[in-house]
């Protein structure tokens, strides 16, 4: 099992991402989904999450407003929209599956905010 995470960068603050979030060796159609986003030396910090059917949403008072959770099954693909970014979303940003972690942690993907 493999999650791959994508579409970080190097941004300034008020700008735009969209990361998305896809996996090999099972199918992220059936479970609820999770962001979370992980700084040098410190725990997880759960940042949004997607279940399977209703799409329902849930998101942490620092995002909420700001970033949009959405999936499309028919791609196997879970995005995460961040706008109005700022200098304190720097982190390193994973998806897992609950109950997480569901599968190993991937890579993940730098999120730089920066003037």
């Known amino acids: 099992v493999l999650l791959v995470e994508s579409g970080g960068g190097l941004v300034q603050p008020g700008s735009s991402l969209s990361l998305s979030c896809v996996a090999s060796g099972f199918s992220l159609n059936y479970y609820v989904i999770g962001w979370f986003r992980q700084a040098p030396g410190k725990e997880y910090e759960g940042v949004s999450c997607i279940n399977n059917k209703e799409k329902i949403t849930w998101y942490s008072e620092p995002v909420k407003g700001r970033f949009t959770a959405s999936r499309d099954n028919a791609k196997k693909t879970i995005y995460l929209q961040m706008n109005s970014l700022k200098p304190e979303d720097t982190d390193l940003y994973f998806c897992?599956?609950?109950?997480?972690?569901?599968?190993?942690w991937g890579q993940g993907t730098q999120v730089t905010v920066t003037p």
């Open positions: 897992n599956a609950y109950p997480w972690p569901s599968a190993d």
